[in-house]
Every structure is written in C-alpha cells, then in structure tokens.
C-alpha cells in the first residue's frame, strides 16, 4: 500500500523566520511528488517534484526531491503571516491515463506569528 | 490548467438524509477523483470516476454509501448517502492534466459538510 508520511504534524515559528517541511514516501511505480498549500478547503498546487536533486523555486518558497532516499523537503524563507496553512505532500505513481490518484501525506499545519 | 467548479460550497444537513455535490470541469478529462478530509485529517481518496463505467471505490469506501454518476467527459457528482454526523468533512474533487498531459492535480473549491 502506497504511503506518504510528513513531518513534523504541525510547526509553529514567528514571522522572519525559515522553516523546513519533510516529507517522505513509499510508493509502487512513483511517478512525482507534489505539494500543495491548503488554508481553508481547496489545496492550491505549490511543486511537482519528478527529478532527484533538482530544486524548484518559487518566490520565498523552494523544494527538492531525493529518489534514492525517498522524501522530499519544502523550504520556505521570511516567513510571513500569509504562510500560516496547512502544507500537505502528495505521490503519484506512474500512470496510463496521464494523471493518476494522488495518496496524501497528514500535512503539517504551520502557524506564524506576527 | 483545469476550472473546476464544485457546489455546494457548504451545507448542513440532519442524519438520515442524502447530499448530491457536483463537480463541473471546463475542459473534458478521463478520470476524475472524489476525496474526503475529516476534521484534522488529511485527504482520503474515495474512489475514482471514470466515464462511461462504474466508479473504482477505495477501501472502506462502498457504494451504496458513496454513489458517483459520470455521464460525460466534464461532470460528476458525489451523493454522500443515510448521512450521519461521523460523515462531517470536506468533500473535494479533482482531475489531473487532460489529453494525457502531466500536470499536476487541480481541486474543485471543496464542500464542507455538517451533518446535526
């Protein structure tokens, strides 16, 4: 059974501050692992990760993908207020069909304080 | 990228009874996916909707309790069925990339369910 495990469950920091969020996974045929932000119902798209080693960024947010170790981190710099969400990983396994189901980490709820 | 647009956006209902939700795309996809979020959990994947055959139901998931219709390439519902308060969440769809293009998974708005 595929899983996704992150940590830590949640994080609390004051603004300024940098924060690192892992996230690891076992999955048959992965494909890309993806993180999303959600702070109220729907998850808004962050990164999909398909290469080891290759950081992607994002204005103050950045994320890197390890294959061999399987897990993943999101780095988010100057942390604001706006970032305070829950941050949830997902993995995707290869697929016919071009997307396939997604299996959901617990997210790690990070609250900011001003 | 996909629009999805996915209604209610909330309701509150009694036990016993049923909730259709609705998910409309703005562009015809294969699959499309139902997902449940209990308070302080992450995303359960439900099961898989596919047009044109019976939706593909998870573990613990049945359908009786879940019924999903896929009539076309760019709609599906979810009726969450005898609701009882342990059915409380929020209630998502998605659809990944079209045409076998891979994107990344896009949600609907979400429905948050109270059932009293």
């Given at each position: ?114 | ?33 139902w997902?449940r ?7 359960t994947l439900i099961a ?7 939706a593909?139901y998870e573990s613990g998931f049945v359908i009786?309790k879940f ?50």
């Open positions: 059974e595929d899983k996704v495990v992150q940590s830590p469950l949640s994080l609390v920091v004051h603004e300024g501050d940098t924060v690192t969020l892992n996230c690891s996974y076992e999955v048959t045929n992965f494909r890309s692992l993806l993180w999303y932000k959600q702070e109220k119902k729907a998850p808004t798209f962050l990164f999909m990760l398909t290469s080891s080693g290759i950081e992607k960024k994002s204005g103050r947010l950045s994320s890197i993908l390890d294959k061999k170790e399987l897990f993943s981190i999101l780095n988010i710099t100057a942390t604001q207020t706006g970032d305070s969400a829950i941050y949830l990983c997902a993995a995707e396994p290869l697929s016919n069909f071009g997307n396939e189901k997604l299996t959901f980490g617990t997210g790690t709820r990070l609250t900011i304080i001003p | 990228s996909a629009v999805i647009s996915q209604k209610p956006s909330r309701d509150i209902c009694q036990r016993g009874t049923s909730l259709t939700i609705q998910c409309q795309v703005d562009s015809q996809v294969t699959m499309m996916f997902y979020q209990q308070p302080g959990q992450s995303l898989t909707a596919n047009q044109g055959s019976e593909t009786d019924p999903i219709s896929r009539p076309n390439l760019t709609f599906s519902t979810l009726t969450v069925s005898n609701m009882s308060p342990e059915d409380s969440s929020i209630y998502l769809c998605s659809v990944g990339g079209s045409g076998g293009k891979h994107t990344e998974a896009f949600f609907g708005q979400g429905t948050r369910l109270t059932v009293v």
